[in-house]
Nanobody
């Protein structure tokens, strides 16, 4: 399994940024996918996840601002970050796992992450 994140960078408060994750080694169309993030001194936290069929769930902290989507033809999952805040600054990681209802269960496969820095 290989997960390769891209699209991070420096973004201004209130701007927008789109992260992408290319997956291989899995049957992507039936795999639940997720975005996590980790900032210094904090635990890695689940940001959003999406089922193979496209049903999405979000952490309360990003609901209404971030959108997770997937392109099953390209084995890619995206995270559209609108109106980011300085507290969204973190390394963002892609993950593949399974879900049951609104719960997500990660598998221990992680990409290298992509740094997102939101300036105030």
């Amino acid at each position: 399994v290989q997960l390769v994140e891209s699209g991070g960078g420096l973004v201004q408060f209130g701007g927008s940024l789109r992260l992408s994750c290319a997956a291989s080694g899995i049957i992507f169309s039936v795999s639940a996918m997720a975005w996590y993030r980790q900032s210094p001194g904090k635990q890695r936290e689940l940001v959003a996840h999406i089922t193979g069929g496209g049903v999405a769930n979000y952490a309360d902290s990003v609901k209404g601002r971030f959108t997770i989507s997937r392109d099953n033809a390209r084995n890619t999952v995206h995270l559209q970050m609108n109106s980011p805040k300085p507290e969204d600054t973190a390394v963002y990681y892609c993950n593949t796992g399974s879900n049951s209802g609104s719960s997500y269960y990660p598998r221990d496969y992680w990409g290298q992450g992509t740094q997102v820095t939101v300036s105030s």
